[in-house]
Structures are given as structure tokens and as C-alpha cells.
């Protein structure tokens, strides 16, 4: 699973990406995005998925966040995720950068829906130690937070980009005075559409109730429909 920023000027010419798994999220501007079902308009936070052949074209200089997933490894072994799989292709007035890339692992009697939301937290929001159903890649778009797993602590700020397995605890408190907004492109079981993925590990946390809140901005059943 890899996870670029792309940044598409506006009147620049369209940019075609190949079929694959793939989620959007537009982090300022806008973008018009055509597939074999139609054609959209997305303006600044709001989010697609989809898995066939893309165009994008930037209405205003647009700033952009893209997940892909590449197919499942039949042969037992671990590639790195290659950045240039992922960069956009031939598209020269544009700028692209891989901020993340993981190997997934995905049970494979499910079918998998790819998600794409935004976690809000109130100014010392605290979200409790918890799972996921399955793994994804978070990246902050304002304010900041501390990612607490496997024993280790680590602070993301706008632009920085973490893993999530799912099966592994994380702990997760934001920053005193601003709080903190992440985006996440991830994948859950298709028993998980427009159900919540999210597991407390500990009941006092579950009387405790949460503090962030969540908005599914697109999500759709891709991977052994």
C-alpha cells in the first residue's frame, strides 16, 4: 500500500493513472475526476475511491492525497513498494512524492473494502487504546498527535504520514491546544461497510466514550468481490 502527495496546477494538462485500487483525498483546491462511471467534481475535503483507469484534471492548483493498493504477492515474497509504481506518470508540470509505503497483510477468505475518512480531535482529545480491523496509512492535515504502539511514541504533524496494522494496540492523544485532523485511506472487512472498525481494548476506556469524531468521505468493496 503506498501513499503520495501530488500537487496538480491548475490548467495544467490531464494526468491518467492506470487501473488500481485507489483512494483520493483532496487536501486544498480541487480536482475533476473522471472514470468508466462518470465524471466528478471534488473541491477541498472531500475523498473518492474507486479501482479502474483515472483522469485528473485540476479546476484550481490542487494538493492532493492518493492511496493505492498493488495486487496481492502469489509467490511467498516481500517486495519493497516501488515509488516510481505509484509517482505520476508522464505528467511534467506536476509534482508528486511517495510520503509512505507498507506491505499489507490481508486474510484472504474476506473481501476488503478501501475507506477513506477524516478523524477530528478536540483541542486534548485522547483516542483510547485501541484496534482496527485491518491495516492502512494515516496522514495529519492540521494540528498534531501522538501515536503510541508497540511500545514506542512518536509526534506527526501536517504532511507526516504513519502505518496502522489494525491487530496491534494504539494509543493516540493530540496536541493540548489544537487538537488534530488525520486522514485515512484503509482496509476493512466488507462486513465493515458503514460500520465502525473501531475496537477499545480496555473497559474504563469504553465507559469513557470517545473524544474524535469521524466523517466516511467514500468507501466501496474492491479487493475479492
Known amino acids: 500500500m503506498a501513499l503520495c502527495e501530488d500537487h496538480l496546477p491548475a490548467g495544467a ?7 488500481a485500487v485507489r483512494a483520493l483525498y483532496v487536501a486544498s483546491g480541487s480536482v475533476r475526476v473522471a472514470d468508466a462511471a462518470g465524471s466528478r467534481w471534488l473541491p477541498a475535503g472531500t475523498g473518492w475511491v474507486g479501482d479502474g483507469e483515472v483522469t485528473l484534471s485540476a479546476d484550481a492548483d490542487a494538493r492532493l492525497w492518493r492511496w493505492e493498493v498493488d495486487a496481492p504477492v502469489q509467490d511467498g515474497t516481500s517486495p519493497e513498494v516501488d515509488p516510481a509504481r505509484h509517482l505520476l506518470r508522464s505528467a511534467p508540470q506536476c509534482r508528486s512524492e511517495l510520503l509512505l509505503g507498507t506491505l499489507v ?4 477468505r474476506f473481501s476488503w473494502l478501501l475507506r477513506c475518512d477524516t478523524v477530528t480531535f478536540p483541542p486534548g482529545g485522547v483516542a483510547h487504546t485501541h484496534l482496527h480491523q485491518g491495516p492502512g496509512l ?7 498527535l501522538v501515536i503510541e504502539t508497540e511500545g ?3 509526534t506527526y504533524r501536517p504532511g507526516q ?7 496491534l494496540p494504539v494509543r493516540a492523544p493530540s496536541d493540548a491546544e489544537t487538537g488534530a485532523v488525520f486522514v485515512r485511506g484503509f482496509l476493512l472487512p466488507a462486513q ?3 460500520t465502525s472498525s473501531l475496537r477499545i481494548v480496555h473497559a474504563e476506556d469504553r465507559a469513557a466514550g470517545n473524544t474524535q469524531s469521524y466523517r466516511v468521505l467514500a468507501e466501496q468493496v474492491l479487493i475479492g468481490r
Open 138 to 144: 494515516r496522514v495529519v492535515e492540521s494540528g498534531s
Open 105 to 108: 497483510d490481508l486474510d484472504e
Open 192 to 194: 465493515n461497510l458503514g
Open 161 to 167: 504520514a504513519w502505518a496502522e496494522k489494525g491487530v
Open 152 to 154: 514506542t511514541a512518536r
Open 13 to 19: 494538462p490531464a494526468v491518467f493513472l492506470p487501473a
